[in-house]
C-alpha cells in the first residue's frame, strides 16, 4: 500500500463516549461557576480555594485525557476507566477533605498532623507528581532527585552535606504544610490571578477572535512580498498580547504563517525560525505576559501592572529587533507574492471579533493603569463585559441565520469551556508541581549553597556573576520549561545579586529573559519543535537561525545591568535607555542580516565595525558616549536604507498560490500531541 492510501485509510480521531463527555462537562461547568464566585467574591482566600480546587484540577486533567485517549493508551480502555475512576474519586473526596478540615489542618493539628492528613495529602502529591512524569518528564525526574536528596543528604559529600529529613516531613512539606508543597502560593497564583486572565484569552478563543485576527494578518500578508513574513511577527505579537504563551502562538500562528513564508521563496528552516523567534516573544508582550511575569509580581510583593508597565518596552524592543531582522532575509531570498486562496474579505462577525479583541487588550490596560483596579478584578469585568456582548451578538446572529440549533448556539460557549478547563488545569497542576521542588529546595537549603558558590567562584565580580547566571540560566533551559527556569534562577541568582547591590527589578527581569530564552535551548524547545514541524525543516537549524534573529533577547539580558532605568522604574528615563539600547539591537541586527558592499572583504569589515559600535552603545553605561557611539550606528543604517537597500521588483511569474486554510487543517491533523 502506498503512502498516500496509508494515510487515506487512518483511523478516524478518537470520539469519547457521551456519558464519558456529560461527565466532563458537568464537572467543568461546576469548576468554572465555582471560579467565577470566587474571582467575584473571594471568600475563603487563596489557600481554601488552592485546597478545594486542585485536586479538582486533577479530576478535570484525568477526564481530558481519558476523552482523548491519553490517559494510559497501551492499557485497554476498562483499564483506564477503572484507573480514571479511582484517581477521580480520590481527587474529589481530597477536595472535600481538604475543604473540611481547613482550620484544623492549618491551626489545631499545624506540625503535629494525623494520619488521614498524611494519607490525602501525601496522596494528592503522588498524584501531581504522576502529572509531571505524563506531561513534563524533566521536571519529574529533578523532583524525584531532590526528594531523595532531601532524606538521604547525608551520603552527599562537601558543601551540600545535610542531616537529612524524615519522609513525613517530606510528605507534609509537599502537601499539608501550605507554605510549601502543592497547595502553597505558587497553585494560589495559577488559580487566582492566572486563572482570571485565562477567562478572558478563553473567551477571545472561544468565540473566533484570535481567527479572526488571523484572518485579518492574512489580508494585510498578501498586500506585499514583503509584509507575507511580517505577517508571521504581527500576528505572533498581536495573539501574545492576551497569550503569553510561545507554543500556543507557534500552533495558532505558525499553521498559517509559515506555509505562506515558504511558498514566498524563504527556506523552510528560515520560516520556521521567524515563527518561533516571533512566537516566543508572545512571553514578553503584555498586558498578559508568560507565567513567569505572573510569579515575578509575586516573588518581589507587587502588582502585576508593575511588571506590565516594566514589560512594555523590552517588548517593543524585541519585537521591533524581530521585524527589521526578517525584512532583512525577505529581502535576502527576494520573496515574492503569494496569492492565499483562503485570504477572503472579512465578514461582519470578524469584525465585531476584531472590535472585541482591541476592546479587551484596551480596556484591561485601561482598568489597571488609570482607575489602578486590581488585575484579578480587571480581567473579570474585561471578561464579562466582552463575554456578554459577544454571546449576544452570537445568538442574534444564529437566530437571524435561520439556521438555529441548540448545537449551533451553545458551540463557542463548550470551545471556551474547553479551553479554559485545559489551560487552567493544566497551569495550576504544573505550578503545583513547581511547589515541590521549590519545597524541597528550600527545606535544604540548596539556594543558599549555590548563591554561595556563584559568589567564590566569581569573586564578587559583577560581569563574572552575570555570566555565571547566564550558564546556570541556559543550563536549566535545556532541560525545563520557562517558568520553572526563571523560579530556580530567581532564587539561586537573586540574594548574591541584589546583596551586591544590583536592584531587585534588574535580577527578576533577568531571571525572566533566561526562562524565555529557555525556549531557544535543546532538546525541550516545544515552539521550535511546533515550527520545524511544520516547516518540515531540521529542529537544531531552525534554533540556529532563530538565536541569530533573537539577538535582542541577548543584547536585553546585558542592557538591564549597564541600563538599569529599561525596567527600575516607568518613565522618561525608561524611554531614554530604550532608545540607545533600541538603537543597539538594531546595529546588531543590521551586522548580521544585511549586506553593505558588493566585496565580501569589504562587507564584513563594515559589519564587524558596526557590530562593535553597537555593542560599545550598548554596554557603556555614560548615556553621552554612549549617544556619540549610536551616531554612526544610526548613520550606517541610513546609508543601508538610502544606498544599499535593492528595489522589490515582483515579476507576475514569481507569484505562488497557497490554501493556508487547508494546509493549517492538515498540519493540525499531523501535529498530534506534540505540545
Known sequence: MSATAAKTAAPPPHRPPFALDCIYYAVAIGFTVYMFWYYWTGLGGPTLLALTAIPLTYMLFTLHALRKNELYPRLPPLANYLIAATYCGFSLYCS?????????????????????????????TLLVVEYSRKRHMPLFVLNIILVLYAVYGYLVPGIFYHAGLPWARIVT?????????????????????????????????????????LRATKRVAIRSAHAIPQSAVIGSMMVGTVSGSGAANSITVGSATIPAMIGAGLPPATAAAIENASSMGGQLMPPVMGIAAFLMAEFLGVDYFEVVARGWVPALIYYGSVAVSVYLLAIRYRTHMVIDRSAQALAWRDKVNLGAFVFVVGGLVTLMAAIFLAPMFAALYMFCAAGTALLAIHLVGVARSGDWSLREAIAPVRRFLDSYIEMISDISLLLATLAILTGALVI?????????????????NMVVMVLMGFIFGVVLGCGLPPAPVYILVAIVLAPPFIQAGVNPWVVHFFAFFLGVFGELTPPTSITAAIT??????SFYTTLFRSVKICVSLFAMMAAIFVHPELVVKPGWDQIGAALLVGTATLGITFSLQASFADSRAIDYAVRIVLAALALAVLLIANYPIAIGFAVPVVGAIGYWLVVRRPKLDVHPSAVTEIDTDRVAASIASELGNLT
Open 96 to 124: 472535600y477533605y481538604m475543604n473540611t478540615n481547613y482550620e484544623a489542618i492549618g491551626t489545631v493539628r499545624a506540625g503535629f498532623y494525623d494520619t488521614a492528613d498524611l494519607i490525602v495529602g501525601g496522596g494528592m
Open 532 to 537: 520545524s514541524k511544520i516547516a518540515n525543516a
Open 444 to 460: 535544604t537549603g540548596v539556594p543558599v549553597k549555590l548563591g554561595t558558590l556563584l559568589v567564590d567562584a566569581a569573586g564578587v
Open 173 to 213: 512539606a509537599s502537601s499539608v504544610e501550605m507554605d510549601t508543597g502543592i497547595f502553597s502560593r505558587l497553585p494560589q497564583i495559577a488559580l487566582t490571578l492566572i486563572g482570571s486572565f485565562l477567562l478572558v484569552l478563553s473567551l477571545l478563543r472561544g468565540f473566533g477572535c484570535i481567527d479572526s485576527l
